[in-house]
């Protein structure tokens, strides 16, 4: 499969930050992410949040993803899951035809 070499080339020293800040430090976690100049403060959000995730996926694994819930501060949380990995979030039949009405219900409850 070709395409999936496909993809722009990555700054080295930005994608290496990326993966030192986010991967190695947890920095999102631990509240010492700055973009702008402005702190990330995941506790800050307190609008409707929906979180959508793949059940097996390999790369961001469903705890991974599930564990926002506790970083958040909102009351209007919901989870989303789909039985398909990473790239099965972008290509599956029934991602394709399931998640469009259900982010469209979602924020049909929430006008």
Same mark, same amino acid.
């Given at each position: !499969?070709?395409?999936?070499? %496909? *993809?722009?080339? #990555?700054? =080295?020293e930005a994608? /290496? #930050?990326f993966?030192?800040?986010?991967y190695q430090a947890?920095?999102?976690i631990?509240? !010492?992410? !700055?973009i =702008? =100049?402005r #702190?990330?403060? $995941?506790a800050?959000? %307190?609008m ?6 793949a %059940?097996?996926d390999?790369?961001?694994p469903p &705890? *991974? *993803?599930? &564990?926002l819930? #506790? +970083?958040?501060?909102t009351?209007? +949380?919901? !989870? &989303?899951?789909?039985p398909?990995g ?5 290509? *599956?039949g029934?991602v394709? /035809?399931d998640l469009?009405? $259900?982010?469209?219900?979602w924020l049909k &409850? /929430?006008k």
């Amino acid at each position: !499969e070709k395409w999936i070499f %496909d *993809s722009p080339d #990555q700054a =080295g020293e930005a994608w /290496r #930050q990326f993966i030192k800040d986010f991967y190695q430090a947890n920095k999102l976690i631990t509240g !010492e992410v !700055e973009i =702008g =100049g402005r #702190q990330v403060d $995941l506790a800050a959000i %307190d609008m409707p949040v929906l979180n959508i995730y793949a %059940d097996d996926d390999h790369l961001v694994p469903p &705890a *991974s *993803s599930q &564990a926002l819930a #506790q +970083y958040v501060s909102t009351d209007d +949380y919901t !989870e &989303a899951n789909f039985p398909v990995g990473h790239i099965g979030m972008y290509v *599956s039949g029934k991602v394709q /035809r399931d998640l469009p009405p $259900l982010i469209t219900d979602w924020l049909k &409850a /929430r006008k």
